[in-house]
C-alpha cells in the first residue's frame, strides 16, 4: 500500500535530507587515492550520530537475505552497482577507480536515501561519461516525476537518457518509496512506459536512483548476500535521491541547495 505523508511530515524528511546531503558531500570530499572504505564508514557514522540521526542501512535486514547489513554507509567500487559492505574486508580506494556512497538516515523518525557516485582521482573518459550519463538519468526521472503523471513515465524519462548513450541500465534494480520506512511501496523501476503505473500524487515519497552499466546489465549478488556487481566484470555508476511529490511537481528533499 502507498502511503501519503503529510506536509509536516514532508517539512521533516526535508530538514534531515539537508542534513543527509552535508553528509554525503562531506564523504565525497574525502574519496582519494590511498582512502579506505573503513575510514568512509567510521566518518559516515561518527557525521550521522553527531546530527542526532540514525544510520538506516546499520541493522537493516531486507527480505530475502540471512542476515542484517553490517554498516551505515554502502560503498560500491567499479564494477560492484550497490550494497557494497566497506567494514568487513576494508579497501583501499586507487587513482582510477569510481565509487558509489549510498547513504540513508532516519531523522526525527522519518527515512530518506540518497546516492552519488564520485572519482578517484583521475579517471578515463569513459568513467567520467558514464557518471555523467547516470545523473542525467537520475534528473530526467526527477523532471518526470510530478501529479498527474505515472511511475512508468519516470522510468520511460530515465531509460530514454541512457537509451542514446553506449551504457546499459542494470536489470532487475529499482528505486522505491521510502519514508516511514527504508523501502516501501511503489516500486520505481528505471524503464518503463509513459502513462502505465501508479498514478502520482501529492503526498508520495520516492527514491529514484538510476544504475548504469559500461557493459551489459546482467548482475549478480557476491557471496557477501549484498554486494551486487555487474556480471561481466564491466562499470557501474549510482545516482539516488528523495523526492517529494507536491502539487507543483515535486521537491528533491535530499539536497541543501
Same mark, same amino acid.
Given at each position: 500500500?502507498?502511503?501519503?505523508?503529510?506536509?509536516?511530515?514532508?517539512?521533516?524528511?526535508?530538514?534531515?535530507?539537508?542534513?543527509?546531503?552535508?553528509?554525503?558531500?562531506?564523504?565525497? @570530499?574525502?574519496?582519494?587515492?590511498?582512502?579506505?572504505?573503513?575510514?568512509?564508514?567510521?566518518?559516515?557514522?561518527?557525521?550521522?550520530?553527531?546530527?542526532?540521526?540514525?544510520?538506516?542501512?546499520?541493522?537493516?535486514?531486507?527480505?530475502? *537475505?540471512?542476515?542484517?547489513?553490517?554498516?551505515?554507509?554502502?560503498?560500491?567500487?567499479?564494477?560492484? %552497482?550497490?550494497?557494497?559492505?566497506?567494514?568487513?574486508?576494508?579497501?583501499?580506494?586507487?587513482?582510477?577507480?569510481?565509487?558509489?556512497?549510498?547513504?540513508?538516515?532516519?531523522?526525527?523518525?522519518?527515512?530518506?536515501?540518497?546516492?552519488?557516485?564520485?572519482?578517484?582521482?583521475?579517471?578515463?573518459?569513459?568513467?567520467?561519461?558514464?557518471?555523467?550519463?547516470?545523473?542525467?538519468?537520475?534528473?530526467?526521472?526527477?523532471?518526470?516525476?510530478?501529479?498527474?503523471?505515472?511511475?512508468?513515465? %519516470?522510468?520511460?524519462?530515465?531509460?530514454?537518457?541512457?537509451?542514446?548513450?553506449?551504457?546499459?541500465?542494470?536489470?532487475?534494480?529499482?528505486?522505491?518509496?521510502?519514508?516511514?520506512?527504508?523501502?516501501?511501496?511503489?516500486?520505481?523501476?528505471?524503464?518503463?512506459?509513459?502513462?502505465?503505473?501508479?498514478?502520482?500524487?501529492?503526498?508520495?515519497? %520516492?527514491?529514484?536512483?538510476?544504475? *548504469?552499466?559500461?557493459?551489459?546489465?546482467?548482475?549478480?549478488?557476491?557471496?557477501?548476500?549484498?554486494?551486487?556487481?555487474?556480471?561481466?566484470? @564491466?562499470?557501474?555508476?549510482?545516482?539516488?535521491?528523495?523526492?517529494?511529490?507536491?502539487?507543483?511537481?515535486?521537491?528533491?528533499?535530499?539536497?541543501?541547495?
Amino acid at each position: 500500500m502507498i502511503r501519503i505523508k503529510a506536509e509536516e511530515e514532508i517539512a521533516t524528511m526535508q530538514e534531515g535530507g539537508r542534513r543527509h546531503a552535508e553528509i554525503l558531500q562531506t564523504l565525497a @570530499s574525502m574519496v582519494e587515492p590511498g582512502i579506505s572504505t573503513l575510514t568512509l564508514e567510521e566518518e559516515a557514522l561518527r557525521l550521522i550520530r553527531e546530527g542526532g540521526d540514525k544510520p538506516a542501512h546499520l541493522g537493516y535486514t531486507p527480505k530475502g *537475505v540471512s542476515r542484517p547489513f553490517p554498516a551505515a554507509l554502502c560503498v560500491s567500487i567499479n564494477n560492484e %552497482i550497490v550494497h557494497g559492505i566497506p567494514n568487513e574486508v576494508p579497501k583501499v580506494l586507487k587513482q582510477g577507480d569510481i565509487v558509489s556512497l549510498d547513504l540513508s538516515i532516519i531523522h526525527k523518525g522519518m527515512f530518506t536515501d540518497s546516492a552519488i557516485t564520485v572519482p578517484v582521482g583521475a579517471v578515463d573518459d569513459e568513467s567520467r561519461e558514464l557518471l555523467r550519463v547516470t545523473e542525467a538519468a537520475l534528473y530526467a526521472g526527477i523532471d518526470a516525476a510530478k501529479p498527474g503523471n505515472h511511475i512508468g513515465d %519516470i522510468g520511460a524519462a530515465i531509460s530514454a537518457v541512457v537509451k542514446i548513450s553506449k551504457f546499459t541500465l542494470a536489470k532487475d534494480l529499482v528505486g522505491h518509496g521510502v519514508g516511514y520506512g527504508l523501502h516501501e511501496e511503489p516500486y520505481v523501476p528505471n524503464t518503463g512506459r509513459k502513462g502505465t503505473g501508479e498514478k502520482l500524487l501529492a503526498g508520495m515519497v %520516492i527514491a529514484i536512483e538510476p544504475m *548504469v552499466n559500461v557493459g551489459k546489465g546482467d548482475i549478480k549478488v557476491l557471496p557477501d548476500g549484498y554486494t551486487i556487481v555487474t556480471k561481466d566484470g @564491466s562499470r557501474s555508476a549510482h545516482f539516488e535521491h528523495t523526492i517529494a511529490i507536491i502539487e507543483k511537481g515535486n521537491i528533491i528533499l535530499t539536497s541543501n541547495d
